[in-house]
């Protein structure tokens, strides 16, 4: 399927377990991010990549840790779950950073941690 | 004070209402101003943008961006209910990433 996809899109898990969470696009975009979405803050970026093997921080980074080995596949991992993570998690691609080159966004992962 | 701040509403109109969302913001740097549209349970879609000061226009849909204000505007015209969804306003400065607003929930009642 062309575009953005995210899998799973639903999940539940328990306080300090490993979740990954997947991303995947086929345009071939150099820009690759994860936000996540809460009531009462809007769309908050966790991390971003530039290309393969490059990432940076955004505003919310910790308790997350993300590679990208290709350009592809953007996973977002939450290494020891808490309840403060049960949130929508929406990756995004784009050709540049910014501009007039929009975000593509997936259709979102709802994650519960109990 | 956050970089961009935006009232979360929620605003619910009738249909064919002239619509007007708003952001504010701080950092002086920002360029391009866009403004998403979120449906429920999906993810935001880019709905238009624009370059420094000035109107863009796009069927009913009309984006206004006062530099001197550090203030963005989106006009929706005989609003419809098929309008109804979460409207973001996203700005960004130079290479750095979007910063987004919190969203405005909009209702359209027919």
């Known amino acids: 399927d062309a575009g953005i996809t995210q899998s799973p899109r639903y999940k539940i898990t328990e306080t300090g377990r490993q979740v990954t969470l997947m991303c995947h696009q086929t345009w071939s975009h150099s820009y690759m991010f994860w936000y996540r979405q809460d009531l009462g803050h809007g769309l908050r970026l966790i991390y971003y990549s530039a290309a393969a093997d490059i990432t940076d921080k955004g505003e919310v980074p910790d308790g997350y840790v993300v590679s990208r080995s290709k350009t592809e596949n953007f996973p977002l991992t939450l290494e020891s779950a808490t309840r403060s993570q049960t949130s929508v998690y929406f990756c995004a691609s784009s050709p540049t950073s910014g501009g007039t080159e929009t975000q593509y966004f997936g259709p979102g992962t709802r994650l519960l941690v109990l | 004070q956050k970089e961009v701040e935006q009232d979360p509403g929620p605003l619910s109109v009738p249909e064919g209402a002239i619509v007007s969302l708003n952001c504010t913001y701080s950092?002086?740097?920002?360029?391009?101003f866009m403004w998403y549209r979120q449906y429920s349970r999906k993810g935001p879609e880019l709905l238009m943008y624009?370059?420094?000061?000035g109107n863009k226009e796009d069927g009913r849909f009309t984006a206004q961006v006062d530099k001197s204000s550090k203030y963005i505007s989106l006009f929706i015209r005989d609003s419809q209910p098929s309008d109804s969804a979460t409207y973001l306003c996203a700005m960004i400065a130079g290479n750095t990433p979007l910063v987004f607003g919190k969203g405005t929930r909009l209702s359209v009642i027919a």
């Open positions: 624009t370059y420094s000061s």
């Open positions: 950092n002086s740097a920002f360029q391009y």
